[in-house]
């Protein structure tokens, strides 16, 4: 009988143990370089139980991308925006009665939807991990494990780049306005969001408009950045020979009046956006806005692009895809081929921060794949051009990224 019943179990842990209803539709290209997933994951016992306080990671090869918890009805909704490069992503459910499942996902970029239903066995007398804010998430998985009120954090850190000019005016630069963007959603011990923090910094003003940053969450308008010229005192940080001129940060917190479900909220980087000349609005082709006539404007071209990874913009009156000449392939095939565009510039046709800056490091993103022989002679011979920035900007596009490698190496 025990045999009979044993097997029955075992019957039922092969059946439910995992079961996928993945939505796979692509939404459209729209000049997306990143990509939005919905993950809806219950988690369960061998008996169809629900499973609560149990911890969900998200990981890349690269990244921790998030956490999650699930509650009493063994649910974690959530949403994550990760690169379109990236193709596989790992799960990670964690609970101290159970043991622990890691589920690898595939073709991640192909999905719209990761909806599972994954079965945990009962933990056979291991130890439960240390807890010492006793909200259930393990110290080693809880991002605030002295805060009983907070698990996690979700975290977008993006680049994105205007373009203002008409599009008959052929100008596509992209580099009017240059922003980097961090946002962060902090989560709760119930899965929801209980605060969102938004940083940024003006990087490159290419335009003599006047331009505001702004940014839409939840149906509210918030201004990051008053004035993207002032911030540079002058400079645009986009023409040949023009020293970079860093700019301050800004911190914006976006007040809620109570904690948001995961599931509900818009992705990040939710809808950021210029209003140049007081007046007009560019907005990232791919989000939702309630800007009319936002979006891609009249030409081809969208008027904003965001990019998941440091990056080098054009410099002023340089055509994007002259300096990054794999971005005509990415869009003429509606984003198929040529993903990583932007981590392949043309180097005399971007402009260069100086090596002493911070984003020097934008050149180390593309240094994969290089021999490290090779690479070994490139910092010799880079550690001379450091001494003059006008030797250095001659130099080829591997030996700028050993440049940035040296700076790292320094710090
Ligand atoms: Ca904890
Ligand atoms: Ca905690
Ligand atoms: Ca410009």
Same mark, same amino acid.
């Given at each position: 009988?025990?045999?009979?019943?044993?097997?029955?179990?075992?019957?039922?842990?092969?059946?439910?143990?995992?079961?996928?209803?993945?939505?796979?539709?692509?939404?459209?290209?729209?000049?997306?370089?990143?990509?939005?997933?919905?993950?809806?994951?219950?988690?369960?016992?061998?008996?169809?139980?629900?499973?609560? $306080?149990?911890?969900?990671?998200?990981?890349?090869?690269?990244?921790?991308?998030?956490?999650?918890?699930?509650?009493?009805?063994?649910?974690?909704?959530?949403?994550?925006?990760?690169?379109?490069?990236?193709?596989?992503?790992?799960?990670?459910? %964690?609970?101290?009665?159970?043991?622990?499942?890691?589920?690898?996902?595939?073709?991640? $970029?192909?999905?719209?939807?990761?909806?599972?239903?994954?079965?945990?066995?009962?933990?056979?007398?291991?130890?439960?991990?240390?807890?010492?804010?006793?909200?259930?998430?393990?110290?080693?998985?809880?991002?605030?494990?002295?805060?009983?009120?907070?698990?996690?954090?979700?975290?977008?850190?993006?680049?994105?780049?205007?373009?203002?000019?008409?599009?008959?005016?052929?100008?596509?630069?992209?580099?009017?306005?240059?922003?980097?963007?961090?946002?962060?959603?902090?989560?709760?011990?119930?899965?929801?969001?209980?605060?969102?923090?938004?940083?940024?910094?003006?990087?490159?003003?290419?335009?003599?408009?006047?331009?505001?940053?702004?940014?839409?969450?939840?149906?509210?308008?918030?201004?990051?950045?008053?004035?993207? $010229?002032?911030?540079?005192?002058?400079?645009?940080?986009?023409?040949?020979?023009?020293?970079?001129?860093?700019?301050?940060?800004?911190?914006?917190?976006?007040?809620?009046?109570?904690?948001?479900?995961?599931?509900?909220?818009?992705?990040?980087?939710?809808?950021?956006?210029?209003?140049?000349?007081?007046?007009?609005?560019?907005?990232?082709?791919?989000?939702?806005?309630?800007?009319?006539?936002?979006?891609?404007?009249?030409?081809?071209?969208?008027?904003?692009?965001?990019?998941?990874?440091?990056?080098?913009?054009?410099?002023?009156?340089?055509?994007?895809? %002259?300096?990054?000449?794999?971005?005509?392939?990415?869009?003429?095939?509606?984003?198929?081929?040529?993903?990583?565009?932007?981590?392949?510039?043309?180097?005399?046709?971007?402009?260069?921060?100086?090596?002493?800056?911070?984003?020097?490091?934008?050149?180390?993103?593309?240094?994969?794949?290089?021999?490290?022989?090779?690479?070994?002679?490139?910092?010799?011979?880079?550690?001379?051009?450091?001494?003059?920035?006008?030797?250095?900007?001659?130099?080829?596009?591997?030996?700028?990224?050993?440049?940035?490698?040296?700076?790292? $190496?320094?710090?």
């Amino acid at each position: 009988m025990k045999n009979t019943i044993a097997l029955f179990l075992f019957l039922i842990v092969i059946i439910v143990a995992l079961t996928v209803n993945d939505a796979d539709a692509r939404d459209g290209f729209k000049y997306k370089t990143i990509h939005n997933v919905t993950f809806d994951i219950r988690v369960s016992d061998v008996l169809s139980n629900p499973i609560g $306080q149990a911890v969900l990671r998200v990981t890349t090869e690269q990244s921790d991308i998030t956490n999650a918890v699930t509650g009493k009805d063994g649910v974690a909704a959530f949403k994550i925006s990760i690169s379109d490069t990236d193709n596989l992503v790992s799960l990670i459910i %964690e609970h101290p009665g159970y043991d622990t499942k890691t589920v690898y996902i595939d073709g991640i $970029q192909d999905r719209s939807i990761v909806s599972r239903t994954i079965c945990l066995g009962l933990n056979q007398g291991k130890k439960p991990k240390p807890d010492r804010d006793g909200d259930g998430v393990p110290d080693d998985a809880d991002e605030f494990p002295d805060d009983p009120f907070l698990i996690g954090t979700a975290h977008g850190r993006y680049i994105i780049v205007y373009e203002v000019a008409a599009p008959e005016t052929a100008d596509a630069d992209f580099n009017d306005c240059a922003a980097r963007l961090d946002i962060r959603e902090y989560i709760d011990n119930n899965n929801m969001i209980s605060r969102i923090v938004v940083t940024s910094r003006v990087l490159a003003a290419g335009a003599r408009h006047p331009g505001q940053l702004w940014i839409s969450v939840l149906n509210k308008e918030y201004r990051l950045i008053l004035d993207v $010229q002032k911030d540079l005192g002058g400079s645009w940080n986009t023409r040949k020979g023009e020293a970079y001129f860093e700019g301050p940060v800004h911190t914006l917190e976006i007040p809620l009046e109570a904690p948001i479900a995961r599931d509900i909220i818009e992705p990040m980087p939710y809808d950021p956006y210029l209003v140049c000349g007081g007046v007009r609005q560019a907005h990232l082709p791919f989000v939702n806005t309630k800007v009319a006539g936002a979006g891609p404007h009249g030409g081809e071209l969208a008027r904003a692009i965001l990019l998941p990874a440091d990056w080098a913009w054009p410099y002023e009156g340089t055509m994007i895809e %002259e300096a990054y000449p794999e971005f005509r392939a990415w869009y003429e095939t509606k984003g198929r081929e040529n993903r990583d565009w932007y981590l392949h510039p043309e180097i005399d046709r971007v402009y260069k921060v100086s090596p002493t800056s911070i984003l020097a490091v934008y050149f180390i993103k593309a240094s994969s794949g290089v021999n490290y022989g090779i690479l070994l002679g490139i910092i010799t011979i880079s550690m001379v051009t450091v001494a003059g920035i006008s030797t250095w900007r001659k130099r080829r596009y591997g030996e700028q990224r050993a440049v940035s490698r040296e700076y790292v $190496q320094n710090q």
